[in-house]
Each structure stands twice: as C-alpha cells, then as structure tokens.
C-alpha cells in the first residue's frame, strides 16, 4: 500500500516522487533513516525525518549489511531496467 508523503526530486532523475510503498509493515510510512529507491532510475536514497529523501552517501553504503546492500542494489536494478524497457 503507498502513502502520501512530500514531493522530492529524485537525485538521479528528476522524476517526482510524492508516495512511498513501505517494505516493513510495522509503521506505514517511511521514517527517518528509511531507504528509498526511485522507482523510475533505482537512484537510492535515503529519508529525512520530514519525509523528503536525500541521496545516500559512499560511508552510508559501507555501513550497510551485505545481505541488505545485494538486496538493495537488485531492486534497484530491476527499477532501472524496467524504466529502459519504456514501460514508466
Ligand atoms: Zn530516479
């Protein structure tokens, strides 16, 4: 289900985002710290504490669990090459 939250450019693309679709269903909308992946590039950011997203920084990346930091960079993959297959 996706919410409502601030419009944000995104860092990669330009591209409006004003919903986010939240994985971790125990709070529905995204929180500070949440990560964001455009749906339009798979540019990954990261949320504010007022839900505007920022991209995410190199040590952010480093910090992450590698498990999480493949899972990540697949859906973010697949948002990319779903924009190149024109189906936006
Ligand atoms: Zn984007």
Do not use: N
């Not at 693309?13 to 749906?39: K, R």
């Not at 952010?60 to 090459?81: K, T």
């Amino acid at each position: 289900m996706s919410e409502r939250v601030p419009v944000t450019r995104c860092a990669g693309c330009d591209a409006p985002c004003d919903a986010a679709t939240v994985a971790d269903s125990t709070h529905p909308l995204p929180v500070e710290g949440d990560l964001s992946i455009c749906a339009y590039c798979g540019a990954v950011g990261i949320y504010r504490a007022d839900q505007t997203i920022r991209p995410i920084t190199p040590q952010e990346w480093a910090r992450m669990d590698p498990g999480q930091r493949r899972q990540i960079e697949g859906a973010s993959q697949f948002a990319a090459a779903r924009r190149k297959g024109g189906t936006r």
